[in-house]
Nanobody, 128 residues
Framework: QVHLVESGGGSVQAGGSLRLSCVASVAHGYTGSDACMGWFRQPPEKEREGVAISNARSGSEYYAASVQGRFIVSRDMAEHTVFLQMNSLKLEDSAVYYC??????????????????WGRGAQVTVSS
């Protein structure tokens, strides 16, 4: 199994920055289960949506159009950690941010339905 724990959420004013971290604890025998790892978010009363994904197998990253150019996803493979650097934050970025992982990235990298492992979420609140 893979256990994910997010950290780094909080409150920030619009235009500011936050950095989220997610550490994966990978059980023996599940090596590679976190190869596809990244971030989703769920604003109040809305569907969960993909934000940014890192594919360790290809070295590629994928971003939602709404965050392209503002957010950066990165990995520390040795520490089984994925980061999300969020810059130029907007009011509409407020949401619970979830870390997710899968052994392989799905064809639609930002579709939450194909991710097997999830963290409990971290609240990000952007105020004016």
């Amino acid at each position: 199994q893979v256990h994910l724990v997010e950290s780094g959420g909080g409150s920030v004013q619009a235009g500011g920055s936050l950095r989220l971290s997610c550490v994966a604890s990978v059980a023996h025998g599940y090596t590679g289960s976190d190869a596809c790892m990244g971030w989703f978010r769920q604003p109040p009363e809305k569907e969960r949506e993909g934000v940014a994904i890192s594919n360790a197998r290809s070295g590629s990253e994928y971003y939602a159009a709404s965050v392209q150019g503002r957010f950066i996803v990165s990995r520390d493979m040795a520490e089984h950690t994925v980061f999300l650097q969020m810059n130029s934050l907007k009011l509409e970025d407020s949401a619970v941010y979830y870390c997710a992982a899968a052994p392989f990235c799905p064809d639609d990298k930002l579709d939450p339905r194909d991710y097997r492992y999830w963290g409990r979420g971290a609240q990000v609140t952007v105020s004016s």
